[in-house]
């Protein structure tokens, strides 16, 4: 009752706000709407893997994305989704053609290549970016992460912060959001892999609410 009592107020929202955009010109809304629709279907074919009823807010993704410039180019982006990162580390600097999305979705696999058609789009599963060679030539500065880590396995966690320092520069950080009221990687992970989590900070603009943390090496 409560889920359907926010995604009802959320679409009014949206809806609203396309009707009124599409009056002054704009299509954004319009836009959002349909990531909406797109997003939610995929969250009802497949909840755990899909986590959220909603793709992230721009507020989540200028809070995720806060400390990331150019200079931390190449930047990794696991399961992207609609974009609403990626639109986030391109309002901060980073090329197009620095950004490598991992997208295990079909779902948001055209759109993703329609809206970011310089960046590398590469279809699979987080947890075997160990092995996948995607830095062979100059190592990822951050990695963003929009996975539902609270949905997955310890031993899948693991996999996919492993993988994601091994392609990680020496200071490079890992930044992971979360609906949950702490750290989704379990303190035994972090002792494991060398790592420690950091709360970057939370926002209620998001649905539902969330908060993000950085995770460095030790």
Same mark, same amino acid.
């Given at each position: 009752m409560?889920l359907n009592?926010?995604?009802s107020?959320? &679409? ?7 009707v ?12 959002e ?6 997003f ?12 959220g ?6 507020s989540?993704? %200028? ?5 990331i410039?150019?200079l931390?180019?190449?930047? !990794?982006e !696991?399961?992207?989704g ?9 309002? %901060? ?18 759109? &993703? ?6 960046a590398r ?10 092995e ?6 100059e ?9 539902p &880590?609270l949905s997955?396995?310890p031993?899948?966690?693991e996999?996919?912060?492993?993988g ?7 200071g490079g950080?890992?930044?992971q959001?979360t ?18 989590a950091?709360?970057?900070?939370k926002?209620v603009r998001?649905?539902?609410p ?6 460095? %090496?030790?």
């Amino acid at each position: 009752m409560r889920l359907n009592l926010i995604v009802s107020q959320w &679409l009014r929202k949206t809806l609203v706000e396309a009707v009124a955009d599409g009056k002054s010109g704009g299509n954004r809304p319009q836009s959002e709407f349909l990531d909406f629709l797109r997003f939610f279907r995929s969250w009802i074919s497949n909840p755990l893997r899909v986590a959220g009823v909603a793709p992230s807010s721009d507020s989540l993704a %200028r809070l995720i994305t806060s400390e990331i410039s150019a200079l931390d180019a190449p930047v !990794l982006e !696991l399961g992207p989704g609609t974009g609403v990162f990626t639109r986030a580390l391109l309002a %901060r600097g980073v090329p197009e053609t620095e950004l490598t999305l991992l997208e295990f979705g079909n779902d948001f696999l055209p759109g &993703l290549n329609r809206r970011f058609p310089q960046a590398r789009i590469v279809q699979m599963d987080a947890a075997l970016i160990a092995e996948a060679d995607l830095f062979a030539d100059e190592a990822a500065g951050a990695v963003i992460s929009g996975l539902p &880590l609270l949905s997955m396995s310890p031993r899948k966690q693991e996999a996919i912060l492993a993988g994601a320092f091994e392609v990680l520069r020496p200071g490079g950080a890992f930044y992971q959001f979360t609906y949950g009221p702490r750290c989704p990687v379990p303190r035994v992970i972090l002792d494991r892999l060398g790592l420690d989590a950091e709360r970057l900070g939370k926002t209620v603009r998001n649905l539902p609410p969330a908060a993000v943390y950085c995770i460095t %090496r030790r």
